[in-house]
């Protein structure tokens, strides 16, 4: 029992992290119907300039940790959104009008050209994160988990709730619904697209950013790479929940981070992966469209 | 126009000897990738010994030059950049790091008799294929397996835990280890996979726990050995760690952080600050005033060690390549590579024992054990 529920935690953490990422594939699939290959890339960005903007402004001693950590976080997710920005209108803007297939391929090279710049600027050693993080454990019971772990369901879970609710709630977020329904009609009832895309790869970019940043401080290792590891699972979340949709994409996540934690477990952990793979399939066979996704239900 | 294919084949032939008195070496390394950081080692290391070659008047009479193609660290790019390099022209080449890489393009170099020598793939199958133009500097897991086996013994560890990453390398020598446990009897609690690049393994750690083993191997790299190390300090799990050759990296101590790296013992051929000839210390020197650090990694030694005994072969077979290269690096003794003293059996392998068992002391450093 012990096992189970300390298992149980550990996927929640990494779940947590999937479905962060996994919003930015799904509320650009929503609204552009386009598979995000460089989403992963951007996550990994928002990983790299954490780094370096923790290590330049040691922003934790001046304002203190948690202030320090917050104003580090709304910097990189800033920074990390205007390479969205950048990403979309370079690469995507352009295919606009062209098949699909187009915009994907584009999507594929983006990936590999930020991959590549980040491995010229940094160099392609694996960088270490400072130990800025508290590294006290809770006990509960026999239990013992990491208070940082603890931290990472919960800015999550957080960031996850204040987006449902900015979509939900807020004029933008109908206007996004709405994008991602019928673009021709949003666009007859005067919404102005473009910047509803814009929007969009503001706040995907921006959440994958906030996920890196938290890899970063949590496991504090990252490589140029880890984009594609974490960009797969998050996809696979993604799909899992029901592309395009939101709540969709953080039930994947954490289902994901279960299946694979208790896998492990209770099955043999070089299995793991291909087990949550596997109830992939048993569940696109059963609802084709994802745990959450509805076929003719607004998505976003 | 068939005086201007007449033109062009004679204006090829031209380039032909223009070029010839150069004599092409390959080296195929992983420079971009998750071992980039190792690819970019050995270029430095093969690059600088070029330099000093030519500087001395080449080889045979011919300047080297060095050709340089990316794996990548997957075999897929390893066996188009193989294909590259066997079109270029050269004799031989050095390299690659990982043994499922080195295996995508074994056979089109032997096929184009080229001869290879691979720096860090240390799976035993790659010398057991019978391929005549393949060999390497580094050891192999067998070796390696005997030696972890030994370590185990001597802590006397009750129950063992084996994990591996299901890598060609990494598997192997934790199936080595196994047989080699179970052929002693020993109890073998745990043997499992981890996959590598994934960040997070308290999935792992916490089901090793529950196997309660007294010794956890861990055969792969150093990325995620660092990782196991860090996560199991979060876990407050205290049972020792060791760890095979491609755990030496100094970035181990970086990812694990210095409390969590401490106390954590591999086997390793010696780290560069521990190669003890004159030849070699002259060398690390060199090699600082020339990029300003000193080497990193063991396997940019290697390839290095790799690269002279191919400009030391080609001396003897007067620049020829192929048959002659091969006779003339099998008629190898002793020679004094940086990383000890080389010769290569019948099957290629380096003869000799290389393995030492390194500890990681409380400031990070790597302390060789007597």
């Avoid at chain 1, 960031?159 to 709405?178: D, E, N, S, W």
């Avoid at chain 2, 280890?177 to 073998?188: D, F, G, P, R, S």
């Amino acid at each position: 029992m012990e096992q189970f529920l300390e298992q149980l935690t550990n996927g929640l953490a990494v779940g947590s992290i999937y479905a962060l990422i996994a919003l930015g594939y799904t509320m650009v699939y929503g609204v552009l119907k386009l598979i995000n290959f460089a989403h992963g890339d951007l996550f990994t960005y928002g990983a790299y300039l954490g780094l370096t903007l923790l290590t330049s402004f040691m922003l934790q001693d001046r304002l203190g940790l948690a202030l320090g950590i917050l104003v580090l976080a709304a910097m990189v997710m800033g920074l990390v959104a205007v390479v969205g920005v950048v990403l979309e209108r370079a690469a995507y803007r352009p295919l606009r009008e062209s098949p699909r297939l187009s915009a994907v391929v584009s999507a594929l090279g983006a990936s590999i050209f930020l991959q590549n710049t980040l491995m010229l600027i940094y160099g392609a050693r694996y960088q270490v994160y400072p130990d800025v993080l508290p590294q006290d454990a809770v006990h509960l019971g026999g239990l013992t988990i990491p208070l940082v772990r603890v931290g990472v369901v919960a800015v999550s879970v957080v960031m996850m709730t204040v987006l449902y609710l900015f979509v939900q709630k807020t004029k933008i977020g109908t206007a996004i619904r709405a994008a991602a329904i019928d673009q021709g009609a949003a666009r007859l009832m005067g919404i102005d697209v473009n910047r509803v895309i814009m929007i969009v790869f503001v706040i995907g970019p921006a959440l994958g950013g906030a996920a890196g940043l938290l890899v970063g401080l949590y496991y504090g290792q990252i490589s140029f790479t880890m984009g594609w590891t974490y960009g797969m699972k998050a996809f696979t979340a993604a799909i899992l929940g029901g592309i395009g949709n939101i709540p969709g994409a953080m039930v994947g996540g954490l289902l994901l981070g279960v299946i694979e934690a208790l896998g492990a477990a209770y099955l043999s952990v070089a299995w793991k992966d291909a087990l949550a793979f596997a109830v992939l399939i048993v569940i696109l066979i059963v609802r084709p469209s994802g745990l959450l996704g509805e076929r003719v239900a607004e998505k976003v | 126009m068939k005086k201007a294919i007449l033109a062009l084949a004679l204006g090829l032939c031209t380039l032909g000897t223009a070029r010839a008195d150069t004599v092409k070496i390959g080296l195929l390394a992983p420079i971009t990738g998750s071992w980039a950081s190792e690819g970019q080692e050995m270029k430095k290391n093969v690059e600088l010994l070029a330099a000093e070659v030519n500087a001395k008047g080449g080889v045979a009479g011919k300047q080297v030059e060095v050709v340089v193609e990316d794996d990548g660290g997957d075999p897929r790019t390893a066996s188009l950049a193989a294909q590259r390099l066997t079109t270029q022209g050269v004799v031989a080449v050095v390299g690659t790091y990982g043994s499922a890489v080195t295996e995508a393009t074994q056979n089109i170099f032997d096929e184009a008799g080229i001869i290879q020598i691979a720096n860090g793939s240390t799976a035993v199958r790659l010398t057991e294929k019978g391929l005549k133009n393949f060999l390497r500097t580094c050891p192999r897991d067998d070796e390696q397996g005997r030696v972890g086996a030994m370590v185990l013994e001597k802590m006397k560890a009750k129950k063992i835990a084996l994990l591996h990453d299901s890598s060609a390398y990494s598997k192997g020598l934790a199936d080595e280890i196994n047989a080699l446990l179970k052929a002693k009897k020993a109890n073998v609690v745990f043997f499992d996979a981890l996959t590598p690049k994934e960040q997070d393994y308290s999935a792992i750690l916490t089901k090793l726990k529950a196997a309660g083993p007294d010794v956890v191997f861990f055969t792969g790299y150093y990325p995620e050995a660092g990782l196991l190390l860090k996560q199991k300090k979060q876990m407050g799990w205290k049972v020792p760690f060791i760890g095979g050759d491609a755990i030496n990296n100094p970035d181990l101590v970086k990812i694990a952080g210095k409390e969590a790296a401490e106390g954590f013992q591999f086997l390793s051929p010696p780290v560069p600050k521990d190669l003890d000839t004159p030849e070699a210390k002259a060398y690390v020197v060199s090699y600082q005033k020339k990029y300003g650090e000193a080497p990193q990694s063991i396997y940019g030694v290697l390839a290095g060690d790799g690269f002279r005994v191919i400009v030391a072969a080609l001396q003897a077979s007067k620049g020829a390549g192929g048959e002659p290269l091969r006779a003339a690096l099998g008629a190898l003794k002793d020679f004094p590579g940086y990383t000890g003293k080389i010769a290569f059996n019948a099957k290629g392998d380096r003869v000799g024992e290389l393995y030492r068992v390194y500890k990681v002391d409380k400031d990070g450093g790597f302390v060789l054990q007597k």
